[in-house]
C-alpha cells in the first residue's frame, strides 16, 4: 500500500469550507483513494473514493490531479458536527488487498 | 441502511480473564475484520476472516487471540487471558469483496477495559 502524508491537525469555522490534502508520491497505476472519517468513540466510515480528476457525493469532494499523487478531501459548509478525524488511504483494487492500513489521519476540530 | 452491530458497547474484566467481543456484520457481506484502537493511538488491523478461515493477521492476532463465526450471522474475537494493553476500543468491519473497490464497513466497537 502506498504511503500517505497528510497535516496532523486543522481547524475551521462553522460555515467554512474545508480542503484536507494528502500526499501519495509512490502512488501505482492500479492504486485507488479512499477516504474515511471517525466521529469520537465511533468507528471509521468510509466517505468517499475516486482514481482521477474528482467525484462527489452527498458527504464530499475529491479532486485528484492528473499525476495523482495528491488528493484534496473538501467538506463544504463545515457545521460543528464534521469534527472527526479524516483519514486518507491508498490502496490497489486487486485481491492481495484486504486489510485497511490507517495512518493517524487528520484531526478537524470545527469551531463555533 | 445495513450496518454492522457490536456488543457489548463496553466490557470490563479483570485480568487474566478471558473476553468475548462479538459483531453482526451487514448480512450479504463474505469478509469480516477486527481492528483496535488504543485511546489516542491510531487503529490497528488485527485480522481478517473469509470462508470460514483467517485470510491475514497481524504482529498483535497472537496466541491468545481467535476469531470463530460460529453461526450463519455473528462474527466474534475471543481473548483467552486478558492483559492490561489489551485494553483499547475493538472495532469489527465486513465487506462484500475484496480491494480497494469494497469499503469497509465498520461497527462502532466494544470499549475493552482490563483491571
Known amino acids: 500500500l502506498a504511503k500517505t502524508t497528510q497535516p496532523i491537525s486543522m481547524d475551521s469555522y462553522e460555515g467554512q469550507e474545508v480542503n484536507i490534502t494528502c500526499s501519495h508520491n509512490?502512488?501505482?497505476?492500479?492504486?485507488?483513494i479512499t477516504w474515511y472519517q471517525q466521529f469520537p468513540s465511533q468507528g471509521p466510515r468510509f466517505i468517499i473514493q475516486?482514481?482521477?480528476t474528482k467525484v462527489t457525493n452527498e458527504v464530499a469532494s475529491l479532486f485528484i490531479p492528473a499525476d495523482r499523487k495528491s488528493s484534496t478531501l473538501s467538506l463544504p459548509r463545515v457545521s460543528l458536527s464534521d469534527t472527526a478525524v479524516y483519514y486518507c488511504?491508498?490502496?490497489?483494487?486487486?485481491?492481495?488487498?484486504?486489510?485497511?492500513?490507517f495512518g493517524p489521519g487528520t484531526s478537524l476540530s470545527v469551531i463555533p | 441502511e445495513p450496518e454492522v452491530t457490536q456488543t457489548p458497547s463496553h466490557q470490563v474484566t479483570q485480568m487474566g480473564q478471558e473476553v468475548i467481543l462479538r459483531c453482526v456484520p451487514i448480512?450479504?457481506?463474505?469478509?469480516f475484520y477486527w481492528y483496535r484502537q488504543i485511546l489516542g493511538q491510531k487503529v490497528e488491523f488485527l485480522v481478517s476472516f473469509y470462508n470460514n478461515e483467517i485470510s491475514e493477521k497481524s504482529e498483535i492476532f497472537d496466541d491468545q487471540f481467535s476469531v470463530e463465526r460460529p453461526d450463519g450471522s455473528n462474527f466474534t474475537l475471543k481473548i483467552r487471558s486478558t492483559k492490561l494493553e489489551d485494553s483499547a476500543m475493538y472495532f469489527c468491519?465486513?465487506?462484500?469483496?475484496?480491494?480497494?473497490?469494497?469499503?469497509?464497513?465498520f461497527g462502532d466497537g466494544t470499549r475493552l477495559s482490563i483491571l
Open positions: 448480512s450479504n457481506h463474505l469478509y
Open positions: 509512490n502512488i501505482a497505476t492500479n492504486d485507488y
Open positions: 488511504l491508498v490502496g490497489d483494487m486487486g485481491t492481495s488487498y484486504d486489510k485497511v492500513i
Open positions: 475516486g482514481y482521477k
Open positions: 468491519a465486513s465487506s462484500a469483496g475484496r480491494g480497494a473497490l469494497q469499503p469497509q464497513h
